[in-house]
């Protein structure tokens, strides 16, 4: 099993940029797919990014997509969140998760092992 732990998250202005990031443990990190998603209260957990097993392979929700970049550096078992171009909407808590094997990469339910989450909180 692996083990996820997010870090990076803070108060920050529209406008502005975070990096958050996802140390990973407990086996080969490179054999999961890690997505990133976030939860704001009183709303569903909701996807915004995945990279593959392969790092070349990466797909953004629409709301994110140009603003947001996910990395992974397999020799450091971590997994990265580049957040630029904040906007007030991007608040929420976000989680690191990582699937065995992915059927949507969008859906919550495709990832076994999750982080306990970081807060990203953006002021207008």
């Known amino acids: 099993q692996v083990q996820l732990v997010e870090s990076g998250g803070g108060l920050v202005q529209a406008g502005e940029s975070l990096r958050l990031s996802c140390a990973a443990s407990?086996?080969?990190?490179?054999?999961?797919?890690m997505g990133w998603f976030r939860q704001a209260p009183g709303k569903e957990r909701e996807f915004v990014a995945v990279?593959?097993?392969?790092?070349?392979?990466?797909y953004y929700a629409d709301s994110v997509k140009g603003r947001f970049t996910i990395s992974r550096d397999n020799a450091k078992n971590t997994a990265y969140l580049q957040m630029n171009s904040l906007k007030p909407e991007d608040t929420a808590v976000y989680y690191c998760?990582?699937?065995?094997?992915?059927?949507?990469?969008?859906?919550?339910?495709?990832?076994?092992?999750w982080g306990q989450g970081t807060q990203v909180t953006i002021s207008s």
């Open positions: 990279i593959s097993w392969t790092v070349s392979n990466t």
């Open positions: 998760a990582a699937a065995d094997f992915i059927v949507d990469y969008a859906s919550p339910n495709n990832y076994r092992y």
């Open positions: 407990g086996r080969t990190f490179s054999s999961y797919a």
